[in-house]
Every structure is written in C-alpha cells, then in structure tokens.
C-alpha cells in the first residue's frame, strides 16, 4: 500500500555538499483518518497559561461530536486534537537524501508508530529565510558555545493506552543550550511531580515514571503535557492522552434460533462491544475452524455474515463470532447462532436486489490520500455475479482492486481524481440491480510549504511562512513560544500577513519560537520552527587536506561545507592562484560545492575554497585526482574445448598504476567453483582437465577502488573423440526463409537453420538490400542469438526490402541464404531531422549553416527536401527560411559580423513534414578586431620580470571570440651601450594571454636593458590593430660569468691568470672576485684564498704557491647587485727542472714499446714449439712385452687396426693417446699419470705377468667413472677398455 510522507527537514542549511544535517528538528507526524478509524476536526492552538477558547472550540483531546481524535504527533502544547501513533511501523524508511520518512499506511489490526529520527521524536520546525535558510549542523565542535533554544527529542505517543499490569513511562527529552528544565500539567493544571510518591521524573531529562502497583490505574488516567525551559523559549510535548486497555465482555443476551427457509437470504449480527482499540472480527464454529466464505457468504466490513440465499448444508448450531482485543490480546465470543434452514416450499430462483447499502443510492466521504472502501452485497438466487463502474465506464486496474468476490471495491491513496459516482450491479440470469454511491473527496490540511528555523546574523531580515491548503480552506493561526501571537509582547520588527510572519532588521536577544497551527473540519497540522539570532564568524566543516579521487571523464564534487552567521561567501581557487568562477568546465553549487562536469588529468590539483562574512575570513584545502579508467585491453574469447582438455581464458587488463587493482572470476555470476582444476592467474583464468559441467559463461571483474570493468565469455565442452578427427566447418545457410505478421513498419521472419558441421551455432546475421534506394547493396540489419530461428525486424517507409540471414560458428560465417520475397513499405513524413547541424561564418557578415543530409533509407518518401530557418538571438523578429534540395548546406550573406543565430534545419518529403527541429546556435563570420588596447602599463619586479597591464578593449570592436591577448616585446639596447652599439637584430618576443585578460606576466626579460612593447587583441579571426608603443627599462641584475679564464705560465711556485669581462654585463661593472683553494685529494681542499680586483683588471700573477700542487681557481664579476657566476679552472705548478729531466718516463718511450713487444712475440713462439714436442713424447717398449704375452679376452688396439697403440714415456708425465685433459688445465694422476708409482703394488692399478698395465684400464677407471671425470672426454683407448670390462 502506498504510504503517508512524514517530513523531516533540518533546523537549516548547512553550506557544503553533504546534505542537510539535522540539529534541532523535530516531526509532525500526520495520518490521516477514516470513520471507523478515527477522524477528529482541526482546533486553533490556545496559549498553556490561557483560558479555554469559547464553547465553539473543541476542550483538549476533543473533537466535534466527541469524537475520538485525529490521528496527529506533534509537540506543540494547547488543545490540538489528535492520536499519537505507537510502535515503528516494519516498513517505515527515511529517505537518505531530504531526511524525510516515508510510512506505510496502517492496515487494520496493525499496531501504529512513533515517529522517530536520529534516535527520538521530532516535531518539524520548518522556517524559511528571506534570501537562504542557514543550517546548524551536528558536528559537536561547531555546537558548542552556540544558543540553542529547548527542541523535544523524545516523546510518547498522543494515544497513549497502557497495560495496567506495568508501570507508565511517560517520555519527555529536550535537548538545547543552556540545557532544559522541565514541568509536566495533567488534565490542564499543574502536575506537582515531587507530591506523588508514586511518581519519579528521571533525573536529566523529563521522563515521568509512575508505579502504578498496588493503585488504580484508572486514578492515573488525563491528559499530560511536558514543558521544556531554558533562557531562549519554551518547548512543550504533544498532549498525551493516557488512557488504560479494556477489553470488555459481550453483553449477555438470549439468541433465538433462526429458521429459514432455503434460497432466501439472511444476515447473522455480531455487534461487538466497544474495547480500546477496536476489536478484529472473526467467524468460527464450536471447534475453532474459521467458516468458509465466498462468492454466497461474505463477512462484511462491520463484522456481520451475509448469505446471498441459503442452503440446506447452512444448518448448524455453531454460527459463533469472535471479538479479538490487539493490546490485551484475548478473544471474546458471542453466544452460537443456531440456524436451521427448511425445505417445506419448492426453492424458486429471485431476482437479485442489494442487502447493504440499501435503497438506489447512498453517498460517502473520503480524504485526500485515505483508502477509499465501497461495499455491495447482495442476495438472489442464482448467487448474483458483482460488477463496478464509475461514471459509466469500467475503472482502470492500475488504480482500483476488489475484495470479497469483488464486493468490496478498495482505492488507496485517494485524489481529487476518484471522486464521482461509482456503481455496483448485481446480476443472475433473471435481471440485475444497480446501486450508486456518491463519492466526494475532501482533503485535511497538506503542506504546499512548511515553515522551517530561521538562523539570522543580527539586522538580516527573515520569512516565515505556512503555506498549506485543504478542503474546505484551512485556518491558520500563529503563536510565539506557545502563546497566540496577538497576545505576544508587541515587537516592532516582526508583521503577521496570514500565512506569513515577517521579521525585520532583527537584535541579538530576540531568539524565539514560533508555532503554525493550519486546521479544517478534518484534521490539522502543526509546525514549531524557532528564530535564533546568532553572529558567528565562517568555520569550515569539510576536514582539511582532503582527497578526492575521480576517473577521467566523471563529474567530481568538491566539497566546502560552512557554518557562519551571516552565511559566508563561498569562493575557489586552484592552485592558490587561479580564481574559479561558474562556467565551463566547473559549476559552484549554492552549498559551495564546486562541481567539475567532466573531470579531465588537467583538473588535477590544488583547490582552495575560502569561506567569508562580514566577522572573518576561513579558507581549507582540498586536493582532486583524476585517475585513469579500468579498461579490459583484451577480452576472454568463446571457447569450445574437448572433455579432459584444458581452456584458457585471457584477459588482459590497462588501469591507474596509482590505483591497486583486485581482478575477480566469475561463473554463470557466482563464484568459482572451489576446486584445484580452476587456476587463477594475473591475467588468465586456466581450467584443467574439463568436464560437462564446467560449462557456462566466464566473467573476469576488475576492480579499482574508484571503477571496475568485466567481460565474459562462453565455455562450451564437446565430447572427446580420439578417432576420427571431429572436422569443424562453417555451418550450411539457412533456408526457407518467411515473412510473417507484416505491418508498416515491422515484420516477422522465419526461417530453418543449416547444418552446424560440429560447431554450435553462436548467431545469425540478418542483412538487407534496398532494391530501390541501393540495389546489389546488403546491409546488416541485426543479430540475433544462435537458438533462435525467428526476428521481429522494425522497418523504415519507402523501402523495397529483400532479406537474407548468414550463420556463424567458431570456424565463421556460413554463405548467404537465398533473398526473402521482396517487402514494399509505404511512404510517410520523415521521423528524423538532418544531424550535426552547425551555423558558423567563413567570411565578415556571412553565416554558413551545414547538416549532415538523410540517407534515402531516412527519407521516408520522394521529394526531400530542407526548410532552413534562422533568426538573430535577443531580437524579436520572425525566422527566416529557405528550402533547399540535394544539398547539405546553405550560406546566408548580409548579416551582421559575429552575431549569434539560432538555427533549425527540418526535413520534409511529399507526404509531409519531419519533426519539430531543435534549435542550435550558430555566429555569423567574424572580422579582424577594430581597436587595440588602451592604457599600456609596465610593472618591472625585477630584472628579468615585469607584469604588464592594459585596459580590454570593448567588446562589440572585437568583431569575433575573443581568443585573448597578443603582447610584442622587444630588447632595443643594453643601458650601458648606445645606440650604435646596440645589437639591431634583436629578437622580438611574443607571449599571448588566453581570454578576457587585463594583465600578464612577461618573462625572459634581460637586466639593465631598454624594451619597447605594444599589444594586439586576438579573435579567431586573427589580430587586431597595435597599440601605441611603451617603453621601459629592466634594473641591474647580477652579471654572467667571465667570457674566459686562462692560465698562463706555470712554474714552481707560481702561475699567471688571464680573464675576459662578462658576454652579459648586466649593468655596470665595479670589478672582479677570485677565489683559489690547494685540491689536496678528491674529497679534501685546502683553505681559500679570496682576492677582488678592480674593472680595469684582467691579470693577475700569484706567487708563493706550491710546487706540484693542483689549484681550483674561482672568478666571477661584480655589479652594484652582486657577484655573478663563477668560473671555474683547476691549474698544477710544476716540479724542478732538474728532477723532471732525471726522471723521464721510460714507458712512454716508444723504443722501450717495441722492444717489450718483441720480447713477448719470442716467447709465445717457444710456448707453441714445447707444447707440440711435449705431445709427440718419447715411446715406451711395452708393446714388444705385450706381443709375447697375448691375453685372449683382452688385445691392445691401434687406432687404424684395432690395436693399441704405443704409450708415452712415464718421464714426462703425459696424457694417454687420444684423451683430454680436463677443462680446469690440470692432469689427475690417477687419470693421466703413468708413473711407475701408479703401477707398483701399493697402487690401486695392477701389472699383468709381462709388467703391462692392463689393470690400470679395468680396475682404476672404474672408480674413475664414479667420479664423473669421463662424461665430457672425446673417445680414447681408456674408455673403449672400460667398455668390455
């Protein structure tokens, strides 16, 4: 059900961007009432110390007829009628952004509910300001110090029904500053808390406690009121009607048996008795079973059981109703209504006719936003079928739903819009009844504008209005800290004017509350709203320092929220210097946000928000950072992969290096399966070993703090088919292609899909051709999804259609099908107009306005054509127009230079016109600029800056968009040259000012130096006239350094230095500084030594140096403005003369060179020769022994023949034949040394009988071979030897 808006608005506006924040609010919590529900007429509001209106207004807690009250939650003080509501209702939300709490309407039997807001009731207090409302934020470091007048923060319902078995907590909290005292009255005198033992108010706060244990809690019963006072007004609570729970028992009666006879009607009463709340109706027999209804007995809205006609299974003794009591929870029942329906007569069928409401018609009254409930029952035989209309024709279904079997008819949220006379029929197949109910809709009081507090700096002026509206037209009243403001001390600044209170010029000292009492004979409403003079420098609220981070292309906020009295003047800066105003690319919100529509790298930054008011100035930093986007680079691809295989899916992702990415698989939008097949890489998502169910779509998420971006891809797994091959082609074209449910502008199409070969189907692509605009053109139309075999295809007018659709697979797309039977659409207007329509001037007066032409599938029929039309802006004339054929442009000549136009281009053909066209703004041509600046005026900072400044020229003699300034400058001559010395090839610089610039820097500038500037005004155009020429003088600066530093004759003590003066003098020169140190190593100098010279100077000879020491010389120039750079030499004195001859460096002699050379080449020669003769060896007289002594198994080989060969003499320790020696140059003796030693006995190698070593070969080099030495050797007797051992 759509629910009631309780509003729930700050004490005013805080300057910043982070919404309203609310200190000391309060809510008016209304609902509307329903007879039955409880209604109550609106009352003015009396003063707490006043006597009682006259007998024309309502006492407290009661309205017209003592009827109970409206349902209202306020906390004002006076007699305002009304019920609190109770609990939180489930389904009651505050809206984040306006703070306003939105309530679902209450269903019968559901408990009602306190208004809440940041922990306890509120009461709204809505006041308005004569220029902008300022707000009083939360934040504890602003509050403190601040005056507060006394604000109800918690508070019990109005209706306040309490179980006698408990005590009665009666809620009363305030909060201000200084902080509240309270006082409580009961029945309208004052309730003397400490004189009742019973009674406790919890100490800080106002909340009565009162134990009622042991007394009658009817003693206890009235109407409370709480009171709550500092130095700056009165707060009062709602009053509090307390008032036990009854649940009382039916009244003892004797009920008749009830005998009918069948197909008449009948209506069994239940009559309830009165509890506190109403009781919920129920019907059930003896044994607890609720009775079935439907379309023939129905329980009607006042509890009573309605039959449209009886029947012979009617009859029992059990027709029991039951009256269930919410707040005590019990359940009373009726005595059982026996019923005993005859069947003596025939059962003749009747005509149907209405038992409720009775006669033709009947009228009723709803409020504006109320459920509206309309009830028809009637009786006949057949049971009548019901129906309903309303002003004769059927009621929509969006607004309107039926209960009952449709007879009961329910609107909810009624408007001005549902009333009129709505009709219930009855009808059977003998005839039908109607009855009409006139329905009017009245309306309680609603906001049209609430008041809200009113914070003032003294002498502002301030508006408080209560602007509501109802039906009938409600009274509105005013009262001043809850006494009627005519019986207010005068004021001279405040004037009542009806729904306005006017407060002028007001004083410190005048704080107060104002309470708005708006009433009709159906309700009221009722708002406080305070005024509190404060004077308050600007404080900023927004943390210093702050960060903010945005993505390229998004808007950033910037916030700057404030607090001051009057309300500070909000004003940016970037970068400290750059002064921002609201225009393109930023926007300055009221609050003082500072909102940049698209953020862009260069927008980064510092920015400076200053808050000022007449007692100060306050400024904050904030810092923007525009960050790259999330962007997938490449994206998982489609995939089908054989069951047991691998897929692999890639997803290569570019994002901020600043920002730390999180990359995030999904599958089928879950998570993965959790499962050591599925490997998650940087980039890569890799499933082992697939099976069916792994099937699905793959989606990789990446995200940033600030973003994310995802894509996704399709895993599809075949089956595993080792042989054959499975051969995948592209599929086979669709066929039979239909056209089907044709209309003008879209038609069906069907058709059969091809052959697959082995490679599902992934989409079909649907192209046409335009036999009439472009024949033999296909154009691709849409796509549809591999499964599907159908398109519902829009069209456009006057085209000649042929269609034909591809299939595609993994391996590509199929062939083209064979074309559609051709499809004419009819022509029509065109529904587009031409785009990217642009106005602009190519010539002085003229204005070229462009299009991009319609396409003959945009044509929509023969004959287009163009209406150009323009106007000049700000000018009230009529457009003028021109219409043009087979063109895309149009130039339009006479007009004034750079003026703006508005333009519209529209299409039209034969059969009519496009649509409206939108207007875009075009300037007619630009003109070079006709004046040039006035008012040229040099600043000079310093000797190489000056600021320029210069008055703007008009901005009609620009004759164009200003593009900015040009500034010519130009050094004429050093001040110390003349004329003819000066360099006349002097270079002009240009700098040029973006905008409307009235002042810039010039840079570059050359000390002591003559200038001569002038300056042009620049539009698109090109330039304008030069301005008169102004000259001006840059001061001395610090000279550059010598033009050179030589030394001359070094000797053993001494040296000469020679320098030139400075290539930039820059000024006049006083003379020369030279600074010398003794370098004693790389890290260690010695003292320095500092002498200055006069200008005329430029030699020196130093004496009394030290020989053979390396010296670091320093120079550098002087003007009146100091020491320029220096120029640096390092210089060596030289040893004795003598010394130096005995000692001449043999190693650079070149005699000594070639002899070392020769040297060297004699001994790498007789290196090669031993090493050759170490190789050939002597030969050792083994072979004589082996020959005579023959082992059978094992026979020494040659090389050539399958003998060995000779081995090498033992003496010299060579290696055997045909091996190597090992890589570290180093022979292993039991390797390669035959020595007698590794044949003896004591050795591990054996002689054989002739004193050969064949044991060497077997035993030994298999101990060899474990030690791995062999694996990298080249072939040799030893290992082939080894081999047949």
């Not at 012979?312 to 929870?329: G, H, K, L, M, W």
């Not at 797994?717 to 879209?746: G, H, M, N, W």
Request: charged share 20%; net charge negative; proline share 8%.
């Amino acid at each position: 059900m759509r629910g009631s808006i309780l509003h729930v608005s700050a004490a005013g506006r805080v300057g910043g961007g982070g919404g309203s924040v609310e200190v000391r609010t309060t809510v008016c919590c209304y609902c509307s009432g329903r007879e039955g529900r409880t209604r109550e007429a609106g009352r003015t509001l009396p003063s707490p110390s006043a006597p009682s209106p006259p007998a024309s207004r309502a006492e407290l807690g009661r309205g017209k007829g003592g009827r109970t009250p409206h349902r209202i939650c306020s906390t004002l003080s006076g007699p305002f009628p009304g019920r609190a509501t109770r609990r939180s209702h489930p389904d009651s939300k505050v809206r984040p952004n306006n703070m306003d709490l939105a309530v679902p309407r209450l269903n019968a039997g559901e408990t009602p509910m306190t208004c809440v807001g940041s922990g306890a009731v509120l009461l709204v207090m809505l006041v308005s300001h004569v220029a902008s409302a300022l707000e009083v934020p939360l934040d504890p470091k602003v509050l403190e110090g601040l005056p507060q007048p006394p604000t109800i923060t918690l508070q019990s319902p109005k209706d306040y029904i309490f179980d006698p078995r408990e005590n009665i907590v009666i809620h009363c909290e305030a909060k201000g500053k200084p902080h509240p005292s309270f006082s409580w009255t009961r029945n309208g005198s004052h309730f003397d808390v400490e004189q009742d033992s019973k009674v406790l108010l919890k100490p800080g706060s106002g909340t009565l406690i009162i134990d009622i244990s042991g007394e009658k809690a009817e003693a206890y019963e009235g109407t409370y009121r709480c009171a709550a006072h500092n130095d700056h007004g009165t707060a009062v609570s709602n009053d509090i009607v307390i008032r036990q729970s009854r649940s009382p028992l039916w009244s003892k009666e004797r009920l008749e048996a009830i005998t009918v006879q069948v197909g008449v009607s009948m209506v069994l009463p239940c009559r309830p008795p009165a509890g506190l709340p109403p009781p919920v109706i129920f019907w059930m027999d003896n044994i607890f079973q609720k009775l079935p209804l439907d379309n023939r007995v129905s329980q009607a809205l006042n509890g009573d059981l309605y039959f449209s006609n009886v029947l012979p299974e009617d009859s029992r003794n059990d027709y029991i109703c039951y009256a269930r009591f919410p707040n005590t929870q019990t359940i009373q029942q009726k005595q059982p209504i026996s019923v005993t329906v005859l069947q003596t007569n025939p059962t003749v069928e009747c005509h149907p006719g209405f038992m409720t409401p009775l006669g033709a018609a009947s009228s009723k009254t709803v409020l504006r936003g109320d459920t509206l409930e309309l009830e028809c029952i009637a009786e006949g035989l057949p049971t009548p079928e019901m129906s309903w209309q309303k002003d004769g024709v059927e009621l929509p279904s969006s607004r309107v739903s039926f209960l009952n079997y449709k007879k009961t008819l329910k609107i909810a949220d009624v408007g001005e819009a549902d009333a009129g006379d709505y009709t219930c029929a009855a009808a059977n197949r003998l005839g039908a009844a109607h009855h009409v109910i006139k329905v009017a809709v009245k309306a309680a009081p609603f906001w049209i504008s609430a008041p809200r507090n009113l914070i003032l700096a003294p002498n502002e002026t301030g508006i408080l209005t209560c602007r509501v509206s109802g039906d009938p037209k409600p009274d509105i009243s005013w009262f001043v800290n809850g006494v009627p403001i005519e019986n207010a001390p005068e004021d001279p600044a405040r004037k009542v004017d009806g729904d306005t209170v006017i407060l002028s010029r007001v004083q410190s000292g005048s704080s107060a509350v104002y309470q708005c009492n708006a009433s009709n004979e159906f309700g009221y409403l009722l708002a406080n709203a305070f005024v509190s003079v404060l004077a308050e420098p600007p404080r900023i609220l927004t943390p210093p320092d702050r960060v903010y981070q945005v993505i390229t292309n998004s808007p950033a906020l910037l916030h700057c929220a404030t607090f001051g009295s009057p309300i500070p003047t909000i004003t940016w800066f970037k970068d400290s210097l750059i002064s921002i105003k609201s225009e393109d690319p930023y926007v300055i919100h009221e609050n003082g946000t500072l909102e940049i529509n698209v953020a862009q790298s260069q927008n980064s930054g510092k920015y400076t928000c200053m808050a000022s008011n007449n007692l100060g100035v306050k400024e904050n930093h904030l810092f923007l950072e525009v960050k790259e986007p999330t962007r997938i680079l490449k994206q998982p691809e489609y995939k089908v992969a054989q069951r047991g295989t691998s897929a692999v899916f890639q997803c290569k992702v570019k994002h901020d290096p600043s920002l730390v990415p999180t990359m995030t698989w999904l599958k089928n939008a879950g998570e993965l399966p959790d499962d050591e097949r599925f490997e998650v890489d940087t980039d890569s998502l890799v499933i082992k070993d697939v099976t069916e169910e792994d099937e699905g779509t793959y989606t990789c998420v990446m995200n940033t703090t600030l973003d994310r971006d995802s894509a996704s891809a399709t895993l599809t797994v075949v089956e595993a088919t080792p042989t054959p091959a499975i051969f995948y082609e592209k599929p086979d074209p669709p066929t039979d292609l239909k056209l089907t449910d044709q209309t003008e502008r879209s038609v069906q199409l069907t058709w059969f899909p091809g052959d697959e070969h082995n490679s599902p189907t992934q989409k079909f692509l649907i192209q046409y051709e335009d036999l009439l605009h472009r024949p033999g053109v296909w154009v691709n139309l849409t796509e549809v999804a591999g499964t599907s075999a159908t398109a519902q295809l829009e069209l456009s007018p006057y085209v000649y259609y042929s269609f034909r659709v591809l299939a595609k697979n993994q391996v590509g797309y199929s062939r083209a099908s064979q074309p559609s039977r051709q499809y004419r659409t009819n022509p029509a207007a065109p529904d587009e107009n031409p785009s990217d329509v642009q106005g602009k001037g190519t010539e002085p007066g003229n204005l070229l306005i462009s299009w991009t032409s319609l396409t003959g599938l945009q044509s929509n029929g023969p004959g287009l054509e163009y209406k150009v039309l323009w106007r000049q802006m700000h000018v009230d004339q009529d457009w003028s127009s021109q219409t043009v054929a087979n063109a895309s442009h149009l130039v339009v000549s006479g007009l004034p230079v750079y003026v703006p136009y508005e333009i519209k281009v529209q299409a039209l053909n034969d059969y009519g016109n496009g649509p409206e066209a939108e207007v875009v703004i075009g300037y007619s041509g630009e003109d070079l600029p006709s004046s040039a600046p006035d008012g040229v005026l040099v600043t000079v900072h310093n000797s190489t800056t000056a600021q320029v400044h210069w008055e703007p020229v008009s901005p009609h003699s620009v004759r164009g968009k200003l593009k900015g300034y040009k500034v010519y400058y130009r050094r004429q001559r050093g001040l110390h040259e003349t004329e003819e010395e000066a360099d006349q090839e002097s270079e002009e610089q240009v700098v040029t000012f973006s905008g409307n610039r009235s002042e810039g820097r010039l840079p570059g500038l050359q000390a002591y130096s003559l200038y001569i500037i002038f300056i042009r005004v620049l539009n698109s155009k090109g330039e304008g006239p030069r301005s008169r020429d102004k000259q001006f003088e840059t001061p001395e600066g610090v000279p550059g350094p010598p033009s050179f530093l030589n030394v001359l004759n070094p000797n053993l003590d001494s040296l000469t230095l020679e320098w030139g003066p400075p290539l930039h003098k820059n000024g006049r020169l006083i003379g020369y500084v030279l600074q010398y140190q003794p370098v004693l190593n790389i890290t260690e100098a010695g003292p320095v030594t500092v002498m200055d010279f006069p200008v005329n100077e430029t030699t020196v000879t130093l004496d009394n140096l030290n020989s053979s020491v390396l010296y670091k010389f320093q120079l550098s120039a002087k003007t009146v403005k100091g020491a320029g750079a220096n120029l640096t030499k390092e210089a060596s004195t030289i040893v004795e003369s003598t010394v130096a001859s005995r000692h001449v460096d043999i190693a650079t002699q070149g005699w000594f060179i070639g002899l070392m050379c020769a040297i060297a080449l004699l001994i790498l020669v007789l290196l090669i020769v031993c090493f050759i003769k170490r190789n050939k060896g002597g030969k050792y007289p083994v072979k004589e022994k082996e020959e005579a002594h023959q082992d059978p198994e094992i026979q020494p080989m040659k090389e050539d023949d399958g003998t060995f060969g000779e081995y090498s003499d033992t003496e010299d320790h060579k290696p055997l034949k045909g091996s190597r020696t090992p890589s570290n140059g180093t022979v292993r003796r039991d390797e390669s040394d035959d020595s007698l030693v590794d044949y003896g006995e004591g050795g591990d190698g054996q002689f054989n009988e002739d004193g050969s070593f064949i044991g060497q070969y077997s035993g030994k080099k298999e101990k060899d071979t474990h030690e791995g030495n062999e694996s990298s050797e080249a072939p040799s007797p030893v290992n082939a030897m080894n081999s047949f051992v």
